[in-house]
């Protein structure tokens, strides 16, 4: 079983819709990541947090310590937000657990 | 904005060869990693580098791996015996502590032949 499980793995919307992304984890973290990856291959951090809420421009992240559940808000999507989002858990200190990404493809 | 610098981009190498991997971390992180993606699967860890020592590693991380910072700005990954199922791509990624975000490089693409 995966320790670290995301969904929808693909997403297809509208420009301007809300989107949501989910991870749920199944062991304790120290803190969670939420990354982008586009077709290019590079990763980019979009948060990093260990409670509470993060907002940066149009993204949101939430996090539930107790239920191990995190989510990605994307609001007012855009094309340009098409990528793979991947959630991220510190195991440890060090060690970061991956989830299988979600893709995420915003039509004009 | 500062970044975590990866090279080559891509390297095409024959099955038995040795590679060695190059990141520039970002100048006032102490905190390394590497990691690696499989063609189509997700992102896995591979070692972790504190203090001029590895601080933790996977199973993946077997005799065949190596990591140094040879320098003050330099870490890199050495694959002794390059196999088929080492072609991946290999992520650098370093942070300030252990309680700040993780900053990624671009990627390295290794394809072994």
């Known amino acids: 079983k995966n320790e670290v499980e995301q969904s929808p793995q693909n997403l297809t919307a509208q420009e301007g819709e809300f989107i949501t992304i989910n991870c749920s984890y199944s062991v304790g973290i120290s803190a969670l990541h939420w990354l982008q990856q586009h077709p290019g291959g590079g990763i980019v951090s979009l948060f990093m947090l260990s409670s509470g809420k993060k907002k940066h421009g149009r993204l949101i992240a939430t996090i539930n310590i107790q239920e191990k559940h995190s989510s990605l808000h994307i609001t007012a999507s855009h094309p340009r937000d098409s990528a793979v989002y991947i959630c991220?858990?510190?195991?440890?200190?060090?060690?970061?657990?991956f989830g299988q990404g979600t893709r995420l493809t915003i039509n004009p | 904005e500062p970044e975590v610098t990866q090279t080559p981009s891509h390297q095409v190498t024959q099955m038995g060869q040795e590679v060695i991997l190059r990141c520039v971390p970002i100048s006032n992180h102490l905190y390394f990693y590497w990691y690696r993606q499989i063609l189509g699967q997700k992102v896995e860890f591979l070692v972790s580098?504190?203090?001029?020592?590895?601080?933790?590693k996977s199973e993946i991380f077997d005799d065949q791996f190596s990591v140094e910072r040879p320098d003050g700005s330099n870490f890199t990954l050495k694959i002794r015996s390059t196999k088929l199922e080492d072609s991946a791509m290999y992520f650098c990624?370093?942070?300030?502590?252990?309680?700040?975000?993780?900053?990624f490089g671009q990627g390295t693409r290794l394809t072994v032949v």
């Open positions: 990624a370093s942070r300030v502590d252990r309680d700040t975000e993780a900053f």
């Open positions: 580098f504190y203090n001029n020592e590895i601080s933790e």
């Open positions: 991220a858990v510190y195991k440890g200190a060090q060690k970061l657990v």
